[in-house]
Nanobody, 128 residues
């Protein structure tokens, strides 16, 4: 049984930083891409970042590029998302997701249909 367990999430002031982490069990972690999505209040879930099975190919949404950093440790079955210079528009529930294969897709955007197992979500609130 695949389990995707997230940690992190907090309320921070604008300009602040925090880290989200995700531990995956029940599958061969280094066979799969890993992605992060978020859902803001009243909006659809959107892709934030993704890296392929070995972390060589990485996608960032334009809205977070240069501020967020995604990384993975295949020895620990862990993927992390470092969020810096946070803005109120970054507020939302962040989800970690396991890809259906080793790649993130076309690296032009992220689509939920390319991901199978999801974490429980982590609330990130950025105040002005």
């Amino acid at each position: 049984q695949v389990q995707v367990v997230q940690s992190g999430g907090a309320s921070v002031p604008a300009g602040g930083s925090l880290q989200l982490s995700c531990v995956v069990s029940g599958l061969s972690f280094d066979d799969y891409a890993m992605g992060w999505f978020r859902q803001a209040p009243g909006k659809e879930r959107e892709g934030v970042a993704c890296l392929n099975w070995i972390g060589q190919n990485i996608y960032y949404a334009p809205s977070v590029k240069g501020r967020f950093t995604v990384s993975r440790d295949n020895a620990k079955n862990t993927v992390s998302l470092q969020l810096t210079n946070l803005k109120p528009d970054d507020t939302g529930i962040y989800y970690c997701a396991v890809g259906l294969g080793p790649a993130c897709g076309d690296y032009m955007s992220l689509h939920e249909y390319n991901f199978g197992n999801w974490g429980q979500g982590s609330q990130v609130t950025v105040s002005t």
